[in-house]
């Protein structure tokens, strides 16, 4: 396996968490005002 390409799974899993903590940032700022 190369190195340079990290594992689609890592990734996916990696990008759901970014996402998921826009989600939460932005419903925690909509509230807050």
Do not use: D, Q, W
């Not at 998921?20 to 807050?32: A, D, P």
């Amino acid at each position: 396996m190369p190195v340079c390409i990290p594992s689609p799974a890592t990734v996916l899993r990696k990008t759901t968490f970014f996402c998921v903590l826009l989600v939460v940032f932005h419903l925690e700022t909509y509230n807050g005002t």
